[in-house]
Every structure is written in structure tokens, then in C-alpha cells.
């Protein structure tokens, strides 16, 4: 049976899902500032100029790799809400998708990486501060829960801490579930 074949559209998506693909390895590995248009093309194996055509710019592509849409809270209880931060944790601590690390690379030395971490965790903060019980400054209850979340996974991902790496996610979930307990008011 032949193969149908595929459309203009069909290549053009799937070439640009290779570009972005090739963007992400390199920004996760070598952050924004290290990484180039060229060497995103050769990995994708086009010519630097498709690249521009397709995004317009370092900026833009880079705008591209490093979008994701986090995981709602689903929580109903403090208990439930302190459960699924924790299990986030654990994800963290596994394979990160190629834009998150991209964007954690990149946070501390590309203004406008930090401006889309910043924006990403404003967002967190408040539909974490929002599954708050009526405690006291939710709002900086929640940042200091995702700073701290923040934290351990840069010291386990990227700074590759040997006894974060040494750990099991359960066992630094268990070690940090006292003091997010005690953040979200349910201690």
C-alpha cells in the first residue's frame, strides 16, 4: 500500500517541530546566550535562514522552545494541595522537559528568560496563594513553597548537588513535606 503523501503543510509543521526541537537541546544544554541560530539549524539539519523565516529571531524561537503550560492545581484540601506539590517535586526531580531546563539555564544571565520564569512562577504563586485556607499571607506562603520547590530542583538538575542527586524524590519529599505543611498553614 503506498504512503499518502504529505502536503506542504504537513513538511512545514514538521520541519518547524524539528527547529523547535533542536532549539530546546541546545538551550537546555548551552542556555540562550551560548546558543545560535546556526547551530540550531544544523542540528536541525536547515538553513539558518528557514530558521529566521520561521520564528524571526533568537528571541522568538527561544520564546517558542521554552513554552509549556504547567499542570493545574487540582487540590481541594490543604493535606491534598501539600500531596500534589510534593508529587510535582518529584517530577522535577526526573527527566524536565528540554524548555524548562532551557528556561532555568538561561533565568540568571537573559533578562528576558527571567521575565518568562518570573511570569511562570507569578502564576504558580497565585493559584497556589488562591488553595490556601484563609492563612495569613498566602501570597508569600505560596512564593516562599515554590522558591523553596524552585530551589531544590536547580540544586538537582542543574548544579547536580551530589546529595540531592544521591537521594530518592521520595525521600527529599518526605524530608521538605514539614515545612510545606507548615508554609500552606495546615501544621
Not at 526526573?94 to 524548555?99: F, M, S, T
Not at 525521600?171 to 513535606?177: K, Y
Request: overall charge neutral; aromatic content about 2%; cysteine-free.
Amino acid at each position: 500500500m503506498p504512503t499518502p503523501r504529505r502536503t506542504r503543510a504537513d513538511r512545514r509543521r514538521a520541519t518547524e517541530a524539528r527547529i523547535l526541537g533542536s532549539a530546546r537541546e541546545l538551550f537546555a544544554e548551552k542556555g540562550f546566550e551560548r546558543t545560535t541560530i546556526r547551530a540550531v539549524a544544523a542540528a536541525a539539519g536547515v538553513d539558518p535562514a528557514l530558521v529566521m523565516q520561521y520564528f524571526g529571531s533568537k528571541r522568538e524561537l527561544f520564546g517558542q522552545a521554552v513554552k509549556e503550560t504547567p499542570a493545574p492545581l487540582t487540590a481541594t484540601d490543604t493535606d491534598e494541595l501539600v500531596d500534589q506539590l510534593l508529587a510535582s517535586l518529584g517530577l522535577k526531580l526526573g527527566a524536565l522537559p528540554e524548555g524548562t531546563l532551557a528556561m532555568m539555564r538561561s533565568m540568571l544571565t537573559d533578562r528576558a528568560a527571567a521575565d518568562q520564569v518570573r511570569d511562570s512562577l507569578g502564576r504558580q504563586i497565585d493559584a497556589i496563594g488562591a488553595a490556601l485556607p484563609a492563612a495569613e499571607d498566602p501570597e508569600l506562603r505560596a512564593a516562599l513553597i515554590v522558591t523553596a520547590l524552585l530551589g531544590v530542583t536547580v540544586g538537582h538538575q542543574l548544579l547536580g548537588l551530589a546529595p540531592l542527586r544521591e537521594a530518592s524524590p521520595e525521600r527529599i519529599a518526605a524530608l521538605l513535606r514539614p515545612a510545606v505543611e507548615a508554609l500552606a498553614g495546615s501544621r
